[in-house]
């Protein structure tokens, strides 16, 4: 598990530093490496992020700590899974669409439910919150944050021309 964590970050870290280091004229018209590579930068962050917010408490039994460090883990995983899909997509693996594959959807519902589940198992591990009443929480907050991103993907397109929102591969993405 945190080998793959560590891959997937690394991955990230590379893209990252290929996208702002290489010449712009090298990427196909559409990428904006400069923005791209700092995406792919805060990507690895938000990989992180779990280990910095969900620390295993002083007194914890070994066993209890070992349960909260795998359901932590797992959430990483899920980030990991969800932004290496996503960065794919950004390589143009969006575009399989035209071939009837909507990727896009595939990766939007993949993501929001490695986030659901892994997140719910988190909170019940940290919190002893009910397993289901947080699913359900979380599936609602996962679910309005995708509706608040594709306004931002939408908003931030207009004020700085990335040329993405539905421009780029699926219209209806």
Not at 13 to 41: D, E, H, N, R
Not at 61 to 69: I, M, R, T
Request: charged share 10%.
């Amino acid at each position: 598990m945190n080998q793959f964590i560590r891959f997937s970050q690394v991955v990230l870290i590379v893209a990252a530093c290929t996208l702002l280091v290489v010449q712009p004229s090298f990427f196909p018209s559409y990428y904006k490496p400069t923005f791209m590579g700092f995406v792919a930068l805060m990507y690895c962050f938000f990989i992180q992020l779990p280990v910095f917010v969900f620390r295993i408490p002083n007194g914890v039994s070994a066993s209890d700590a070992k349960e909260k460090l795998f359901f932590r883990g797992q959430l990483q995983v899920a980030l990991s899974i969800g932004f290496l899909l996503s960065g794919l997509g950004s390589l143009g693996v969006w575009g399989l669409y035209q071939v009837g594959i909507p990727y896009d959807k595939i990766v939007h519902f993949t993501f929001s439910a490695l986030l659901t589940v892994s997140g719910a198992y988190v909170f019940q591990a940290w919190y002893g919150w009910s397993l289901k009443k947080t699913a359900i929480l979380l599936a609602l907050v996962i679910g309005i944050s995708g509706v608040a991103w594709e306004f931002t993907e939408f908003f931030s397109d207009r004020l700085f021309h990335f040329g993405y929102f539905g421009q780029l591969f699926d219209g209806d993405s």
